[in-house]
């Protein structure tokens, strides 16, 4: 089973469309599924439509989880194997003006019981909500929330104009990672232009990367570490299959850079490459 799933976030056009993909060089349209909003949510600035932001698939490959920033909800699709069909199921609603905008998800063992979490970045509110899964045996897809926290972890304050953005477990399944746009809390070396010494060095502003620590037995998340994400916007970030590196889309700057991280601690150490690309980066992924 292949299936492409694309949300479309634009205002008037609001929907999810999925192709199979079975034959790569040829997709099939399948369907597309339009969203409407009856009035505008709290923050009708931002959610005077639905905004799908995200399609993501579960750790079973049954269901499709859709952040609809817009809404404030999590819309949830099961995934039919043989007629490719999503069927539209009770989405989770979130927070009032909450603007929920990506999910990850982990399965972790927790003393002898393995447990599903899904964590969920709100963009409006600067929050991580965690959900523990389960699949009832009735049928689909089941979200008690138990977690929550700023997006910069409790006691620490949110800058003023902060606009949360990525959120991604890491391939240990040990840490978190989110991303943090709009908020200039570091000034660093320049990492496009190779120096001689600290008096040479060009000094750019930069947004963040804030780390977590994962209880497996919870879930919970503890604040580890805020890093410079290596300049502004970044708007999406992932890391390598090994968890060494981490590289950062950085929309505003048109810059992709790569961190070293340190799998054993979690902390993100040295930017170590840029490249600097025509036009605003949305996403790196590494293949």
Not at 99 to 125: C, K, N, W
């Amino acid at each position: 089973m292949r299936v492409i799933v694309k949300p479309l976030y634009c205002d008037g056009g609001s929907s999810l469309t999925w192709f199979d993909a079975g034959v790569a060089s040829a997709l099939t349209l399948l369907h597309t599924e339009t969203f409407s909003l009856p009035e505008p949510g709290p923050v009708p600035s931002r959610q005077e439509a639905p905004h799908p932001h995200q399609a993501f698939v579960d750790p079973t490959g049954r269901f499709v989880l859709v952040p609809d920033l817009g809404a404030d909800l999590v819309r949830v699709f099961r995934v039919d194997p043989k007629s490719l069909h999503l069927a539209t199921l009770e989405p989770l609603v979130t927070v009032p003006g909450s603007g929920p905008r990506h999910v990850d998800f982990l399965v972790a063992l927790g003393g002898q019981t393995i447990r599903t979490y899904m964590y969920l970045i709100s963009e409006l509110t600067n929050t991580i909500t965690a959900y523990r899964v389960s699949y009832p045996a009735s049928g689909g897809i089941r979200f008690d929330r138990f977690f929550q926290c700023p997006t910069h972890g409790y006691g620490n304050q949110v800058p003023a104009g902060a606009s949360a953005a990525e959120i991604a477990v890491s391939p240990d399944g040990r840490y978190l990672t989110v991303s943090s746009r709009n908020e200039k809390s570091f000034k660093i070396p320049n990492p496009d232009v190779p120096t001689s010494g600290e008096q040479d060095q060009d000094w750019i502003d930069s947004d963040s990367l804030i780390v977590f620590a994962i209880f497996p037995e919870t879930g919970e998340l503890s604040f580890l570490q805020k890093f410079p994400a290596g300049g502004l916007i970044p708007r999406h970030f992932s890391y390598n299959q090994a968890g060494t590196l981490v590289a950062v889309a950085l929309q505003q700057d048109g810059r992709v850079v790569t961190i070293q991280r340190d799998v054993v601690t979690g902390q993100l150490k040295n930017i170590i490459a840029s490249a600097r690309l025509g036009g605003e980066v949305t996403a790196v992924i590494f293949a």
